[in-house]
């Protein structure tokens, strides 16, 4: 589970996130939506610790980030907005390099490894250089990366960006599956009906404020509207209101 409990974060004078609370239950997806610069990615970034938040606090498993960050990280797989991958390694390496990071016994990292390798179909891939890959290349090498450690709490920034039509069949199936396991799964997304196919439950951040938290079904029926993208135009248009729980 992770609880973020009245987190603001300010750049300056810009105050990018305000007064934000939820919680992340294990067994669910979540889908986090905003237009660009409503603060979704500056979130991702608190809850595994790349920036420390202006008031409030999260704790992953019980862990605070701001106070036990490598701790907190250790529970959580995460797939940033920039996939970051050594371009000398191989996708293989590259997977296993992060795999040893976490300490995973040589035996356990082959077999996850070898896993995600099939499970997203590179193997045409695995033994190259990541020098020259295409997005949908890196985006698969990163999201093995990711999660080559099977976390419990996995947070995706746009998982399925580049990818082509069978490949992003496959993420959607592993996202699934690590849902059915018990996993929390956070993810961000501008494809609306991704996130009508795939989530539990969506959050929907306008102008660094959380204006609905709920099922995509009591989102529409809340907002009196037709379809999540007619719901979410319309909560993008009204920042001031207080949070919206939709069961």
Do not use: W
């Amino acid at each position: 589970m992770i609880q973020v409990e009245h987190i603001s974060k300010q750049f300056g004078k810009i105050e990018a996130l305000k007064d934000v609370s939820f919680t992340l239950n294990d067994g669910e997806i979540t889908g986090l939506l905003g237009v660009n610069g409503a603060g979704k990615t500056t979130l991702m970034r608190l809850i595994y610790g790349l920036l420390q938040p202006s008031s409030g606090r999260i704790l992953v498993d019980g862990v605070e980030v701001a106070q036990q960050p490598d701790r907190a990280r250790q529970r959580l797989g995460v797939l940033p907005d920039d996939t970051g991958l050594y371009k000398r390694l191989t996708a293989r390496e590259n997977i296993r390099y992060f795999g040893e990071l976490h300490h995973l016994s040589p035996a356990s990292l082959t077999e996850s490894c070898e896993e995600l390798i099939e499970l997203l179909g590179m193997h045409n891939i695995a033994d190259r250089r990541a020098e020259g890959f295409s997005l949908g290349e890196r985006m698969k090498t990163a999201l093995a990366r990711a999660i080559v450690h099977q976390p419990q709490h996995i947070m995706l920034d746009e998982p399925t960006n580049g990818l082509d039509v069978i490949t992003t069949r496959a993420v959607r199936r592993m996202l699934v599956a690590l849902r059915d396991q018990g996993r929390c799964v956070l993810f961000s997304s501008h494809l609306m009906h991704e996130v009508t196919g795939l989530c539990d439950r969506i959050i929907v951040i306008a102008q660094g404020r959380i204006v609905a938290d709920g099922s995509v079904a009591a989102v529409i029926e809340q907002t009196q509207t037709t379809s999540l993208e007619e719901a979410f135009i319309y909560l993008s248009e009204l920042p001031a209101q207080e949070v919206t729980h939709a069961e």
